[in-house]
């Protein structure tokens, strides 16, 4: 009985390194074999979609859905059944976008239309990124979610000054205007700061006087100003980065992302 038991453990902890991790030969080929799955089956409802092709393969294209949904029902619970912890991977986000994943199939069975659902697979493609293993994109683009996190403060600081100067500068706008010239309310007139600030300028609402004109103008230099801000708050923190990321998945909260030398997880303390 005990060696039934190690044996199924070990079984577990098999699945789990191929199915959770991509630093493996069978754990790449596995989510490489995956990503082509979810590509292919939205290619199948995009096609379907269109009424010249569903008339003409609408049932063919039904069979190949459900072949594709059939396989991400047998993905979707051996991951339950090898994870640690099965409702903390079904309430992760990975976990709630592979039950969306194959939901959708057996709820067309009552609401057909509901079918077209089936798209938010794409979103699994987010494992795009730990899957194909290129380094240069992996290593920066965890990167990137190291250096938004450490600066967050920061960012949160400069869009809290951003809006009081859109705020301020729309008043302005407002007073100098008026509802005459388009501007017929402050928010209005914010609405008219943030496209003149991002330069965007749809031309639907613009200053018609001379004083309106130079306080336009000052917005938008401001905007240039202010838009490098971001860039430079985040690139300062890549200089802080220096080890590279894997795929190495922690068996307790399935935090993924562990760099090589770690030997406990950075959320949860567990050994990896």
Same mark, same amino acid.
């Given at each position: 009985?005990?060696?039934?038991?190690?044996?199924?453990?070990?079984?577990?902890?098999?699945?789990?390194?191929?199915?959770?991790?991509?630093?493996?030969?069978?754990?790449?080929?596995?989510?490489?074999? =995956? @990503?082509?799955?979810? $590509?292919?089956? +939205?290619?199948?409802?995009?096609?379907?979609?269109?009424? #010249? !092709?569903?008339?003409?393969?609408?049932?063919?294209?039904?069979?190949?859905?459900?072949?594709?949904?059939?396989?991400?029902?047998?993905?979707?619970?051996?991951?339950?059944?090898?994870?640690?912890?099965?409702?903390?991977?079904?309430?992760?986000?990975?976990?709630?976008?592979?039950?969306?994943?194959?939901?959708?199939?057996?709820?067309?069975?009552?609401?057909?239309?509901?079918?077209?659902?089936?798209?938010?697979?794409?979103?699994?493609?987010?494992?795009?990124?730990?899957?194909?293993?290129?380094?240069?994109?992996?290593?920066?683009?965890?990167?990137?979610?190291?250096?938004?996190?450490?600066?967050?403060?920061?960012?949160?600081?400069?869009?809290?000054?951003?809006?009081?100067?859109? =705020? @301020?500068?729309?008043? $302005?706008?407002? +007073?100098?205007?008026?509802?005459?010239?388009?501007?017929? #309310? !402050?928010?209005?007139?914010?609405?008219?700061?943030?496209?003149?600030?991002?330069?965007?300028?749809?031309?639907?609402?613009?200053?018609?006087?001379?004083?309106?004109?130079?306080?336009?103008?000052?917005?938008?230099?401001?905007?240039?100003?202010?838009?490098?801000?971001?860039?430079?708050?985040?690139?300062?923190?890549?200089?802080?980065?220096?080890?590279?990321?894997?795929?190495?998945?922690?068996?307790?909260?399935?935090?993924?992302?562990?760099?090589?030398?770690?030997?406990?997880?950075?959320?949860?303390?567990?050994?990896?």
């Amino acid at each position: 009985m005990v060696a039934q038991q190690l044996s199924s453990m070990d079984w577990k902890r098999r699945f789990y390194t191929v199915i959770f991790e991509a630093d493996t030969p069978a754990g790449r080929f596995f989510d490489l074999s =995956l @990503i082509w799955l979810i $590509v292919l089956s +939205v290619a199948v409802v995009m096609l379907d979609s269109i009424d #010249s !092709i569903h008339s003409n393969w609408g049932e063919q294209l039904m069979r190949l859905e459900w072949i594709f949904t059939g396989v991400f029902t047998l993905e979707y619970c051996a991951r339950i059944w090898c994870a640690p912890k099965p409702f903390a991977y079904m309430r992760s986000f990975y976990g709630i976008v592979d039950f969306l994943a194959v939901i959708p199939t057996y709820l067309a069975l009552v609401a057909p239309g509901i079918h077209v659902l089936i798209d938010i697979r794409v979103l699994r493609l987010l494992r795009l990124f730990r899957l194909l293993k290129l380094t240069a994109y992996v290593a920066e683009y965890a990167s990137l979610g190291r250096a938004l996190y450490a600066s967050r403060r920061k960012i949160l600081v400069f869009l809290t000054f951003v809006g009081m100067v859109v =705020l @301020i500068m729309g008043t $302005v706008m407002y +007073v100098v205007e008026g509802p005459e010239n388009g501007f017929t #309310s !402050i928010p209005m007139a914010v609405y008219w700061a943030i496209m003149t600030m991002t330069t965007v300028g749809f031309g639907d609402i613009f200053p018609q006087t001379d004083i309106g004109r130079i306080v336009s103008s000052v917005t938008m230099l401001l905007g240039w100003g202010i838009l490098v801000v971001p860039t430079g708050i985040v690139s300062a923190e890549f200089v802080f980065q220096r080890e590279q990321p894997t795929t190495r998945t922690c068996g307790q909260c399935l935090s993924e992302g562990h760099l090589k030398a770690s030997t406990f997880c950075r959320d949860c303390g567990a050994s990896l």
